[in-house]
């Protein structure tokens, strides 16, 4: 089974920034559809972006365009989530994700999954 292991959550203030990784175990990134996604407590799990294994394809939700950024290392089987101008709305638990789909927005379209890093943003 293929592994992704996320990393780089943490706390910080409203209008800082956190850098997001999604290793995976097996050169999965360069294959897939990877996606982010995220979930506060008590709240449904949201898609917040997704890049294809075409590095023209990256899609994102409105509320994070011109503040979030994914990119792609694929020789290091890597995705990442660059967040700037944080807003305490952002606080969940963010997760990377595997899909056969390009772009897709629904969980449900995603076959493998990390478990997730936590980023917590103060007001």
């Known amino acids: 089974q293929v592994q992704l292991v996320e990393s780089g959550g943490g706390l910080v203030q409203a209008g800082g920034s956190l850098r997001l990784s999604c290793e995976a175990s097996?050169?999965?990134?360069?294959?897939?559809?990877m996606g982010w996604f995220r979930q506060a407590p008590g709240k449904e799990r949201e898609f917040v972006g997704a890049?294809?294994?075409?590095?023209?394809?990256?899609y994102y939700v409105d509320s994070v365009k011109g503040r979030f950024t994914i990119s792609r290392d694929n020789a290091k089987n890597t995705v990442y989530l660059q967040m700037n101008s944080l807003k305490p709305e952002d606080t969940a638990v963010y997760y990377c994700?595997?899909?056969?789909?390009?772009?897709?927005?629904?969980?449900?379209?995603?076959?493998?999954w990390g478990r997730g890093t936590q980023v917590t943003v103060s007001s």
């Open positions: 890049s294809s294994w075409s590095r023209d394809n990256i």
């Open positions: 097996r050169r999965t990134i360069s294959t897939y559809t």
């Open positions: 994700a595997g899909s056969t789909y390009g772009g897709p927005r629904s969980p449900g379209l995603y076959g493998f």
